[in-house]
Each structure stands twice: as C-alpha cells, then as structure tokens.
C-alpha cells in the first residue's frame, strides 16, 4: 500500500508539470507566431496596425496618399487632408500672366485652379521649362525646402511665379511655358503647354527661377 501511494503522489506530480509546461507554450504562442519561412512576427504592434508605408499608401498608379492631417496649408481650410491622392495634373487648369511687363521685378504669375470633383494634393514646387525647351528651371534661392505638402480643393486655387532677371544685353525671347507638377519623390508628371497672358505676353530676360506653390499670390502688391 505505501508503494502505490508513493506512486501515485509522483504521478499527480507529473501531471501537474506537464500541465504548467503546456500554459507556458501557449502564452509564448500567444505574443508571438511564425512566418511560412520560420521567422518570428509580432501579433500585435507594427503587425496589427502597418507599417508607416502602408499607412500612407499608394494607389495602383504610384500616387501617393496622405494618411494624416500632416503639414502644410489647404486652398480652402487648414491642413492636408487624409486620403488625398496627389494632383497629376489634367485635374488643374494653368495659366500664366506676365506682370509688371517693362518693370523692375516683371514676373509670370502662375495660377493652378482646381477644375475636377475632389482636392488633390501638390507636394513639390512647378517643373517648368520656357518656351517648353531647355533646362528645367530652378527653385528661388530665396525659397525654404520646395517640397511643402498643399491640398487644393475643389475650386480653390495655389500660385506660383516665374521670376525674369533682365541684364540688358544677351537677351532670350519668350512666349510660353510648358508647366509640370512634381511629385514628392522629385519625378515631373506629364507637362502641360501654357500660353502667356497679360498686356505684354511677350517677355525677355538673361535668368529665371521659380517659387513653392503658395496659397497666396506672390509680389501681389
């Protein structure tokens, strides 16, 4: 009889462990799970929210989309909108007129209204080429950073401006502009021709540069 309840004794001792070992499994299985190739991912976190790309997303044209409030100032309200895809573009109607023709400081005002159904986001300063030949010009050194983040809203509109330096002599003619978006990795989108207007479309000058988007007119003296 003292032999069987010895036995018995190891036994339930036995058990007991084995049931601890399991619990103890199942909690490490819990707070972790593998991966087809045997690599550990967490079962929370970063797996069960996203990572901060998939947060932003693009859509399946390569669009960016901004997932949060975010930097920037709106056309129409404060702020960048979630879920607003960057402007290509054929949603915004360009023009471009030439003020303060034969001035000191003549410039081209470049004004993108938003003509589509839904705002859009512009992420980059204008890619512009005079005449649509040559270099692309360069951002004012006078601007900050040039990749400021701008929702445009339905109707609204954002302003840029051609800067013109005239020295006097070695002079270049223009009449035109062809006027692209950039996106936020720095790549133009397709560009678009636009004809110069005002009293003297026709403008001269030896450099030129350009600003940010902005939802105010520049030099609007």
């Not at 950073?145 to 954002?158: D, N, S």
């Not at 502009?177 to 005002?198: E, F």
Request: proline share 4%; glycine share 14%; net charge neutral.
């Amino acid at each position: 009889m003292r032999t069987s309840r010895i036995r018995a004794t190891v036994l339930a001792t036995a058990t007991a462990a084995l049931a601890l070992s399991l619990t103890a499994c199942g909690g490490a299985d819990s707070a972790t799970k593998s991966d087809a190739s045997g690599q550990s991912k967490p079962a929370s976190g970063a797996d069960a929210k996203g990572s901060s790309a998939e947060a932003n997303g693009t859509d399946a044209e390569g669009r960016t989309k901004s997932a949060s409030g975010g930097a920037g100032t709106s056309a129409g309200k404060g702020g960048t909108e979630a879920g607003v895809e960057e402007c290509v573009g054929d949603e915004l109607l360009v023009t471009a007129e030439h003020r303060f023709a034969g001035q000191q400081g003549d410039h081209l005002l470049l004004t993108a209204a938003n003509k589509g159904d839904k705002p859009c986001l512009i992420t980059s300063y204008p890619s512009v080429k005079i005449n649509g030949e040559g270099t692309t010009l360069p951002l004012s050194k006078k601007e900050e950073g040039g990749h400021q983040a701008i929702t445009v809203r339905p109707g609204g509109k954002l302003y840029s401006a051609v800067n013109l330096f005239d020295y006097g002599k070695d002079n270049r003619t223009g009449t035109g502009l062809s006027v692209a978006l950039r996106g936020h990795n720095g790549q133009d989108k397709p560009a678009y021709s636009v004809d110069v207007k005002g009293e003297k479309p026709e403008f001269t000058y030896n450099e030129a540069d350009v600003l940010n988007w902005n939802a105010k007119k520049p030099y609007d003296f």
